[in-house]
């Protein structure tokens, strides 16, 4: 195994795989973070800001075949919270039943929220109040979940673009821009 160095930040190991590895794809697979990480819904840049992390680093982590120290599963583990067993055992089940039944309430409170914040008449709002505070009966720290996000929504001061991380060529721009 080898360490990538990212500019200062936590060495993140990868894995080298030799030109005579014989193992398959199916049997390399070393844990399921990603899998697990996309069913219940967290982003790379909502994992990055718990984890303290960068996002680039925590995409190599989550590659199948990234062997990871067991401090980084951890870690993993506390910001996705769900049981460790999840991240690293495949089921038959997409995940264990409570972590599934916590993941489906969380997109129902997401919805219900959405529905909230957006509805045009003030009984759809009143059905969508009455819907939230449902489901925060049922699972208390659903209290803070936000709504979904518009398409085209500004992001909060603290949620940078992609723009930000990746530098842009200047041969990239066309040089008839300053004709005008």
């Excluded at 996309?38 to 303290?52: I, T």
């Excluded at 996002?55 to 120290?69: G, K, N, Y």
């Amino acid at each position: 195994m080898a360490i990538a160095d990212l500019a200062g930040a936590d060495p993140v190991p990868t894995p080298v795989i030799s030109k005579n590895d014989e193992r398959n794809e199916s049997s390399n697979a070393l844990h399921r973070i990603r899998t697990v990480r996309l069913q219940e819904g967290v982003s790379l840049r909502s994992a990055a800001r718990q984890m303290g992390s960068d996002i680039r680093s925590l995409r190599l982590q989550e590659q199948e075949s990234t062997d990871l120290r067991l401090s980084d599963l951890h870690k993993w583990q506390k910001a996705l919270d769900v049981p460790l067993t999840d991240l690293v055992e495949e089921t038959d089940e997409p995940l264990s039943r409570p972590v599934l039944e916590r993941a489906r309430l969380i997109r129902l409170m997401k919805t219900a929220k959405a529905i909230e914040e957006r509805s045009p008449t003030a009984s759809v709002t009143r059905m969508a109040e009455t819907l939230v505070s449902q489901l925060v009966e049922i699972m208390p720290e659903l209290e803070h979940v936000s709504p979904w996000h518009q398409f085209g929504q500004r992001r909060s001061l603290e949620e940078f673009g992609r723009i930000v991380e990746r530098r842009m060529s200047e041969d990239l721009i066309p040089d008839n821009l300053d004709d005008d």
